[in-house]
C-alpha cells in the first residue's frame, strides 16, 4: 500500500512563496517518477511539474520559471518551491505516484493566493 502525505500549504499574498512537500510510504522510492497537480474549484486536475527518477523536470508553461521541483530520495519525499506566487495559483496541490497499474494520490494541501 503506497501512501502520499502532501504538507506546507496555506494563504500567502501575490508574490509570496510556499514549499509544498509529498512524504511517499513506498519502498525503492527513487524508482519512482514523481507529479504535482492541482486543482481549483470547479475545474480539472491539471499537471503543475513532474520529476522522473533520474531527476528530468518537466513544468507547465503557466509556472515556468516560477516554481521548481525536486526530490530526496533519503527522505522518499518530493518538494514543490514555488514563488512569484499569483492568485490564479490558488488551488488544492496533490501529488500522484504511478506504480503499475495503479495511480496513487494524496489527499491534498490548499494553497491560497490572496492579498
Known amino acids: 500500500q503506497v501512501q502520499l502525505v502532501e504538507s506546507g500549504g496555506g494563504l500567502v499574498q501575490p508574490g509570496g512563496s510556499l514549499r509544498l512537500s509529498c512524504a511517499a510510504s513506498?519502498?525503492?522510492?527513487?524508482?519512482?517518477?514523481m507529479g504535482w497537480y492541482r486543482q481549483a474549484p470547479g475545474k480539472q486536475r491539471d499537471l503543475v511539474a513532474i520529476i522522473s527518477s533520474g531527476g528530468t523536470t518537466n513544468y507547465a508553461d503557466s509556472v515556468k520559471g516560477r516554481f521548481t521541483i525536486s526530490r530526496d530520495n533519503a527522505k522518499n519525499t518530493v518538494y514543490l518551491q514555488m514563488n512569484s506566487l499569483k492568485p490564479e495559483d490558488t488551488a488544492v496541490y496533490y501529488c500522484?505516484?504511478?506504480?503499475?497499474?495503479?495511480?496513487?494520490w494524496g489527499k491534498g494541501t490548499l494553497v491560497t493566493v490572496s492579498s
Open positions: 513506498v519502498t525503492i522510492f527513487s524508482i519512482y517518477a
Open positions: 500522484k505516484l504511478v506504480r503499475g497499474a495503479i495511480t496513487y
